[in-house]
């Protein structure tokens, strides 16, 4: 296992206090592992017009929050990224795309479904919940052999309805708006693995950071997100194998067979 996991955190707006920021709830997340001079997700965060100077090689996951303005350079080096085994993270919320944009986005290649148009509710008391939708994936196993961690309370007030373009097969639903319409998708690309949120990761669109089972399942989804990068891999004897689980497939045990059994 390596010392850290490397996750490059790309926040789609720069400039604001952090509770605000999209992706500040899902550092918090990553940083509640580990201890502070031996962090189990070695983090940095950057801005979408910073990914071009990133040597993207160097992360095994990337996470986007709320990105709108990635430049078509900066989808392809994503792209290669995930293809060889990298896992991308992308958290959808309002400014992903507008009803003028949609579908003409560089990142439009990497979601799992075609973002359509952003719904909102209209109020608290029309708020959307969430069900798990896959209850024996090892990014949802924890959560959904119990009911005490908050996610049958979730409220969602914004989110997008998609439709499925299926990039690779292996898409999976994990977790469900109550109305069916899908909320947190996996797929493979390559090598590598997609997770898409189809609402956003701060408190704007959904009190889910505020409920218990918000950390397990974000240390769940990076985890696994990482492991792409050790499957379908040739190695030469003698060469080392790392490779990150997901805390659900830890639990489960795994066995390491030779060669010539």
Same mark, same amino acid.
């Given at each position: 296992v390596p010392d850290q996991v490397p996750v490059l955190l790309v926040e789609g707006q720069g400039g604001l206090p952090e509770p605000q920021q999209e992706l500040f709830y899902v550092r918090t997340a990553l940083g509640s592992v580990g201890d502070r001079t031996r962090p189990v997700f070695g983090v940095k965060t950057i801005l979408p017009q910073q990914i071009g100077q990133e040597v993207l090689a160097d992360q095994a996951v990337i996470i986007l929050g709320d990105v709108s303005n990635a430049s078509a350079e900066s989808a392809d080096q994503l792209e290669r990224f995930v293809t060889d085994g990298g896992g991308l993270v992308i958290f959808c919320g309002e400014q992903s795309g507008t009803k003028a944009e949609v579908g003409k986005s560089a990142l439009d290649r990497l979601l799992i479904?075609?973002? *359509?148009?952003? *719904?909102?509710?209209?109020?608290?008391?029309? @708020?959307?919940?969430?069900?798990?939708?896959?209850d024996d994936h090892p990014c949802i196993t924890e959560i959904a052999t119990h009911g005490r961690g908050g996610l049958g309370s979730v409220h969602v007030t914004g989110r997008w309805r998609s439709k499925?373009? @299926?990039? *690779?097969i292996g898409a999976t639903t994990l977790i469900a708006f109550s109305d069916g319409v899908p909320a947190i998708r996996v797929a493979t690309k390559g090598r590598g693995r997609i997770v898409t949120f189809a609402t956003g990761a701060n408190m704007q669109w959904s009190n889910?950071?505020?409920?218990?089972?918000?950390?397990?399942?974000?240390?769940n989804i990076v985890s696994y997100a990482a492991g792409g990068q050790s499957a379908q891999r040739d190695l030469e004897v003698g060469e080392k194998l790392e490779m990150a689980i997901a805390m659900g497939d830890a639990r489960q045990g795994h066995v390491i067979q030779r060669a010539d059994c």
């Open positions: 479904d075609r973002l *359509e148009r952003f *719904e909102r509710t209209d109020g608290e008391a029309a @708020a959307l919940g969430l069900r798990v939708a896959a499925p373009v @299926a990039i *690779e889910l950071p505020a409920k218990p089972d918000f950390v397990p399942l974000i240390l």
